[in-house]
């Protein structure tokens, strides 16, 4: 339901005061969308603890990458880390996205996604979420599409999340849609982005205040 807010603001033009509506975009849920599927648990149980450690010992020697966005330098609040069977290396916002070898749980993981979602994947992104000292979790992503011109649109994006739920935000493109869906994303959980949605939809993961690492694998079909 959407909440709407009266705001009190001074008008310039007359001096006085004038009532201003704010209205906070209405939060549905994620199913709601034909373009986007959710699984819940959908993970096979016995490749989860696994591929936990895999990605825990190969986030430990990485760093973040330091990108350039909207003209600010630093390093990217989450870190990445790719593999697959495409031959080139991935670039993200011109920092090259260390590659880890598509090996034991990796690699049975990834053939799992092939099979699962029926899409023919040559590279998996991995993201970690960690928290900071004060319990306060930085790490997120920003409300984006995965339009990049090497990703073939072709083709669904498909989402392994593990360890901490985190929330998962999707929203219209189209700024005049005040729709805003929000799925709540925990371990073993799935999230099907079909072909089309990029062009739709814009996603991301919120910051938030968290105890623990979430882990997040996409895989996607790249040219
Ligand atoms: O962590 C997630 O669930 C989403 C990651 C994402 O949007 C991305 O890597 O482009």
Redesign the pocket.
């Known amino acids: 339901m959407a909440d709407v807010k009266a705001k009190r603001k001074i008008h310039p033009s007359n001096g006085g005061v004038r009532v201003m509506k704010r209205t906070k975009k209405t939060v549905l849920p994620l199913t709601d969308l034909s373009e986007f599927v959710y699984v819940p648990r959908g993970f096979p149980k016995k490749l989860a603890l696994p591929l936990v450690l895999l990605l825990e010992s190969h986030f430990g020697n990485v760093s973040r990458p330091i990108v350039t966005m909207f003209g600010k330098t630093g390093p990217l609040p989450?870190k990445?880390l790719s593999s697959g069977t495409m031959c080139r290396g991935f670039s993200y916002k011109n920092a090259v996205v260390p590659r880890i070898p598509l090996s034991g749980v990796l690699e049975e993981t990834f053939n799992w996604a092939i099979d699962y979602a029926e899409i023919p994947f040559n590279l998996v992104?991995m993201?970690q979420?960690t928290v900071n000292k004060s319990k306060k979790l930085k790490d997120k992503?920003g409300m984006?599409s995965?339009v990049n011109s090497a990703i073939d649109q072709n083709f669904g994006?498909f989402?392994v999340?593990l360890g901490q739920g985190?929330d998962?935000d999707v929203e219209p493109r189209d700024k005049a849609d005040r729709r805003k869906y929000r799925q709540h994303?925990s371990h073993r959980d799935l999230?099907l982005m079909k072909a089309g949605a990029q062009a739709k939809f814009l996603?991301?993961?919120p910051a938030r205040v968290a105890e623990g690492i979430?882990y997040?694998l996409?895989f996607r079909v790249v040219r």
């Open positions: 989450r990445c992104l993201n979420y992503v984006h995965d994006i989402s999340s985190r998962f994303l999230v996603h991301g993961i979430r997040n996409t």
